[in-house]
């Protein structure tokens, strides 16, 4: 297994983790490859692994009382994708993650990742980054969502993530963004317009 991509994404969060770090989890690690439509975790499911994203695109979202899907987030390359508070409390997910195209997600379980904290400072210190991580990602999002317009929320996104504005359907943007696809094909007329 190439641990290098996951490597270098864990120091960007803690510097200070060395190779000597990473040997008391290595052999814990389990690669699994989601076939495009197939499911990490569903609603209701306790998260007991944390997945790191080497290849790949991971959609998440709720299902609201009206039957209609509300994505959350899009987890690509080189970030994590878990239920932070299913994760932490064990209690069953509100959340379902699933691959919007093949994707190939390095596992940690909860119990070794709590294991290496345990036993390492640095790993406690990348536990708690990881959280921070976390928090900003949630905030940035709600904060978004509460004071920008959906064309100021759908530009932030294309010029964040380029990449991966192009591997996701338009639906699903528009689902993230909270508007219908048909404001989102006018936002993007209007945009290309103004480019022009």
């Known amino acids: 297994m190439d641990l290098k991509t996951?490597?270098?994404?864990?120091?960007?969060l803690c510097p200070e983790i060395d190779e000597d770090d990473f040997s008391i989890f290595a052999?814990?690690?389990?690669?699994?490859?989601?076939?495009?439509?197939?499911?990490?975790?569903?609603?209701?499911?306790?998260?007991?692994?944390?997945?790191?994203?080497?290849s790949g695109i991971l959609r998440c979202f709720y299902?609201?009382?009206?039957?209609?899907?509300?994505?959350?987030?899009?987890?690509a390359e080189n970030d994590y994708a878990v239920d932070y508070e299913s994760l932490m409390d064990q209690k069953p997910s509100q959340l379902n993650f699933v691959?919007?195209?093949?994707?190939s997600l390095v596992l940690i379980s909860r119990a070794d990742f709590y294991n290496a904290a345990a036993v390492s400072k640095k790993?406690?210190?990348?536990?708690?980054?990881?959280?921070?991580?976390?928090?900003?990602?949630?905030q940035k999002?709600?904060?978004?969502?509460?004071?920008?317009?959906?064309?100021?929320?759908y530009i932030d996104f294309i010029r964040e993530r380029p990449a991966m504005a192009d591997r996701i359907p338009l639906y699903h943007l528009a689902s993230y963004l909270g508007i219908e696809r048909e404001s989102l094909?006018?936002?993007?007329?209007?945009?290309?317009?103004?480019?022009?």
């Open 123 to 138: 790993w406690e210190k990348f536990a708690r980054k990881m959280a921070e991580h976390v928090l900003r990602r949630t």
């Open 141 to 153: 999002k709600l904060t978004s969502h509460l004071i920008k317009t959906p064309e100021q929320r």
């Open 6 to 12: 996951l490597k270098s994404a864990v120091r960007n």
């Open 27 to 54: 052999s814990h690690l389990k690669i699994v490859v989601l076939p495009k439509g197939a499911f990490f975790y569903r609603e209701g499911e306790i998260h007991n692994e944390i997945a790191f994203i080497s």
């Open 185 to 196: 094909s006018r936002i993007r007329k209007r945009i290309s317009k103004s480019r022009m």
């Open 99 to 103: 691959a919007l195209e093949d994707s």
């Open 63 to 75: 299902w609201n009382d009206k039957g209609d899907f509300k994505n959350t987030r899009f987890i």
